[in-house]
């Protein structure tokens, strides 16, 4: 029986028989589940989701200390780019422990900023032959058939579909997106995003010649999948995206111009064959683009963007602080949403605005160089080589990986123009894999490390030291948000049905439970304290003779948020709220007053104050102008609707 092995000590695509080499197949195993695991879990964007994942880079980490403890190669040498980023990462955790009023949402930010650090570190260093490569981006593929399907069944057959999340508790579908595909993710924008990334890696690999015929049909087939996923979401901004995509690319997919021109027409004749049979006969889709050109559809954008401008305009530097965007636009003085949003949908004025234009050079410069040096490599490549037992011509290698890479890495960068790429995970990481294979078909490894005995050792000791750091720094964190977000969507629903009236305490208690676990865990959250003063102040129902008793508990939680941050609006309305209940009305006006001095346009801000001013029958009027203006801001806002109807009837 013939040897697999041959005399050099290679395996057929498993490459050289070496320790090495396997667990370098393990790294990339390790780098495609945390891909495929992230885009299957909603993107990542859960904190109760994302905790899962954090075990794998542990994993990773240790894996790629062991791959330098094991590997022969002499000598041994790193890419240097990932270098590059590391003042961006000081910066953030600069702006972290001094900069913003908001630290515990910044070491969120710092979290998603160290785990793309640490793929891209792994995966420019090791996955180290095209095989590697290759396998890694099919596993990386692999999520989009779950997606794909995901999003067909939403929009033919169940609107209210979730993707599995494995939570503890069910999860439902925001109504503002019933009727919409959003695939594995939680919304539609980030799966158009994410179909928007991947496709113009499909179209190259189907396009041009390199891969077999049935695998390019294959590709072309995926990529329509694609097409008619992102017309599923029912959002205008893919669509512009899609048209720049599919007129760009066959300038880069074919030499003849004839042809080249042809693609860009039938890429332009596409997206008007779509869009037209709708707009002339959906009336669903007719609503989805009236609603999308008022700031309650995707016009918001434009409300948003200049607010992220003048954030970047007050803090042009140093930017505002990492995690404040939201915050900052809670408590703008200048405009009100009904719904307030966690970023600017444009993760350049996230940047910009978070962390100044010193953050945004010691990000985006790194980038930039890597893309023109791979274009100008790019440039220089054969567009077509003959190979003498294949007919016609192909692409060579170096030129198709460097197609895939600036095409994702491009589409990636629209992308982040439009909405919060950052903030889901799962994208930032398919980001970070098209940045990754730029680098490797780009750019020669250049950091020469060295290889005795004890220093296989040592490199092997530092992964476990990193790997154990980073879950020390991020899993309590991780955990606490989750916990907290979980209490809050419980204590919303427990309010909204009035269950905490009826004197039942068994759901609240669960509810500070969840709480308590939550500051236990990270103390320095913020938003945990204010839902614990919160969760107290409703036993009043329950207890009316123990007011006192919850007002000073309750007070004293809230006091606890304010030490974290003094500027916080929330946490100033929420200890007003406790010193009400306590009996103490001039410090209960003190605080309100200073949380509608903090965030003048936030519709629950005046809600708050008039609902204090109510209980002054001399104050009716006050209380009157103060909760009109509060569902001026947000005519949603059913609490302040039956305060009014209240007041209107007294």
Not at 605 to 619: D, G, I, L, P
Request: hydrophobic residues 50%; glycine residues 6%; proline residues 5%.
């Amino acid at each position: 029986m013939p040897s697999l092995i041959d005399k050099t000590g290679n395996v057929p695509y498993f490459g050289r028989l070496s320790w090495g080499n396997f667990v370098d197949w393990l790294v990339t195993f390790c780098l495609g589940g945390i891909i495929a695991a992230s885009t299957m879990l909603l993107g990542g964007v859960r904190p109760d989701t994302h905790v899962l994942l954090l075990p794998l880079f542990v994993c990773l980490i240790v894996l790629h200390g062991l791959w330098l403890a094991v590997d022969k190669e002499e000598p041994k040498r790193l890419s240097h780019i990932p270098v590059f980023f590391i003042p961006f990462v000081g910066w953030v955790v600069l702006s972290v422990l001094s900069v913003t009023s908001m630290a515990w949402r910044g070491w969120y930010e710092l979290i998603y900023v160290l785990e793309a650090l640490i793929f891209l570190w792994v995966l420019v260093n090791n996955v180290r032959t095209r095989a590697h490569l290759w396998v890694l981006i099919t596993i990386a593929l692999s999520p989009a058939a779950y997606a794909i399907f995901i999003g067909f069944y939403q929009f033919f057959q169940n609107p209210g579909k979730l993707a599995t999340a494995l939570t503890e508790y069910g999860l439902q579908l925001s109504p503002e997106f019933l009727g919409q595909a959003t695939g594995s993710f939680a919304d539609p924008n980030s799966f158009a995003a994410f179909l928007l990334i991947l496709l113009p890696s499909l179209l190259i690999a189907g396009l041009v010649p390199r891969l077999p015929k049935v695998l390019r049909i294959l590709c072309i087939y995926i990529a329509v999948m694609f097409v008619v996923g992102i017309l599923l979401t029912q959002l205008l901004w893919p669509l512009a995206l899609l048209f720049v995509i599919l007129v760009v690319l066959p300038w880069v997919c074919f030499l003849k111009t004839s042809r080249r021109v042809w693609g860009s027409v039938l890429g332009a004749s596409v997206i008007v064959m779509a869009v037209l049979p709708q707009m002339a006969l959906s009336p669903k889709f007719q609503e989805r683009v009236g609603l999308a050109m008022t700031e309650e559809g995707e016009a918001v954008r434009l409300v948003l963007w200049q607010e992220a401008l003048d954030v970047t305009l007050g803090a042009p530097l140093f930017g505002s602080g990492a995690g404040s965007f939201s915050a900052e636009f809670e408590q703008s003085d200048t405009v009100s949403l009904h719904k307030l949003p966690a970023t600017p949908h444009n993760d350049y004025l996230l940047i910009l605005s978070e962390y100044g234009a010193v953050g945004g050079v010691l990000f985006l410069l790194p980038i930039v160089c890597v893309v023109w040096w791979a274009f100008r490599q790019w440039r220089t490549e054969p567009a077509r080589v003959k190979l003498k037992d294949v007919k016609g011509t192909i692409m060579p290698p170096t030129k198709f990986f460097l197609s895939v890479g600036l095409a994702g890495v491009l589409s990636f960068a629209l992308c982040l123009l439009c909405t919060f790429v950052f903030y889901t995970p799962a994208l930032t990481l398919y980001g970070v894999l098209f940045f990754a294979i730029l680098i490797k078909s780009s750019l020669q490894r250049r950091l020469s490390l060295p290889s005795g005995g004890w220093m296989r050792f040592a490199y092997f000791c530092l992964s476990i030291a990193v790997a154990y750091g980073f879950y020390s720094v991020s899993a309590f964190r991780v955990e606490s948000q989750a916990l907290e977000l979980h209490a809050r969507q419980r204590l919303d629903q427990i309010v909204e049905q009035r269950v905490h009236v009826s004197g039942n305490v068994e759901l609240l208690d669960e509810v500070i439970e969840l709480y308590e676990a939550a500051v236990l865990l990270d103390p320095d959250n913020a938003d945990a304290w204010i839902g614990l003063s919160a969760a107290h102040c409703q036993f009043f129902y329950g207890n009316p003779a123990s007011y006192e008793y919850l007002g000073a508990l309750a007070s004293d939680y809230a006091q606890r948020a304010i030490d974290l941050s003094e500027t916080y609006w929330m946490a100033w309305a929420q200890l007003g709220i406790a010193q009400g209940l306590g009996g103490d009305d001039a410090e209960a006006e003190l605080a309100l007053a200073r949380a509608l001095e903090l965030a003048p346009n936030n519709s629950n801000a005046h809600y708050y104050w008039a609902a204090y001013t109510s209980h002054f029958k001399e104050r009716r009027d006050e209380a009157i102008v103060s909760v009109e203006r509060a569902l001026e801001i947000n005519p949603d806002n059913a609490a302040a609707r039956r305060l009014q109807q209240k007041l209107l009837i007294l």
